[in-house]
T-cell receptor, first 113, second 113 residues
Framework: DAKTTQPPSMDCAEGRAANLPCNHS???????VYWYRQIHSQGPQYIIH???NNETNEMASLIITEDRKSSTLILPHATLRDTAVYYC??????????????FGTGTQLKVEL | DTAVSQTPKYLVTQMGNDKSIKCEQN?????MYWYKQDSKKFLKIMFS???????INETVPNRFSPKSPDKAHLNLHINSLELGDSAVYFC????????????FGNGTRLTVT
């Protein structure tokens, strides 16, 4: 079962920032927080990951609380194409062990005009 | 230049038949996966292969048999198909022992009638 909890759905106006929260209160010290999204009828797409520092890439920013029990994915200027289910996953990749990502139910983000 | 490609995209077949889904990745990854997404949209790992060796098997029925002829290919063969096998099957790949994310294909929608 997934070890993270997310709100089932959120709405966002196009052009505004979308802030998607995630609780991962049982995350262990060496586990990273990964975010993926799944646009309708496509495979999941990697967005960003982090351990304890805030991270930013061309797609999004990831803010992780100091106690690492929660995080927020920020899409700074949401567009209609960002409408998707967003998954927050805690994971530690192992050599030769594969990345057994356990997907929860995610947050359905709907970006509207 | 599709990174992870699956064939076929759609597969409709009758109960009791045997079918195969093929997956290929051109990312140079050493680990490949099969995930199943059911009608309720839950995405669950089925198998993972690292360097052609099975490393994750999530208590999938014996009717499902993955085969990895080389690091770039992971095929899924399903015997005696049942109605409950209807789902979208996603192939993915990654580089083990690193923080690199999983790259997913766009799925194979299997419908068993």
């Amino acid at each position: 079962d997934a070890k993270t909890t997310q709100p089932p759905s959120m709405d966002c106006a196009e052009g505004r920032a979308a802030n998607l929260p995630c609780n991962h209160s049982t995350i262990s010290g060496n586990e990273y927080v990964y975010w993926y999204r799944q646009i309708h009828s496509q495979g999941p797409q990697y967005i960003i990951h982090g351990l304890k520092n805030n991270e930013t890439n061309e797609m999004a920013s990831l803010i992780i609380t100091e106690d690492r029990k929660s995080s927020t994915l920020i899409l700074p200027h949401a567009t209609l194409r960002d409408t998707a289910v967003y998954y927050c996953i805690d994971n530690f990749p192992t050599t030769g062990g594969g990345n057994k990502l356990t997907f929860g139910t995610g947050t359905q983000l709907k970006v509207e005009l | 230049d599709t990174a992870v490609s699956q064939t076929p995209k759609y597969l409709v077949t009758q109960m009791g038949n045997d079918k195969s889904i093929k997956c290929e990745q051109n990312l140079g990854h050493d680990t490949m996966y099969w995930y199943k997404q059911d009608s309720k949209k839950f995405l669950k790992i089925m198998f993972s292969y690292n360097n052609k060796e099975l490393i994750i098997n999530e208590t999938v029925p014996n009717r499902f048999s993955p085969k990895s002829p080389d690091k770039a290919h992971l095929n899924l063969h399903i015997n005696s198909l049942e109605l409950g096998d209807s789902a979208v099957y996603f192939c993915a790949s990654s580089l083990s022992g690193t923080l690199s994310p999983l790259h997913f294909g766009n799925g194979t929608r299997l419908t068993v009638t």
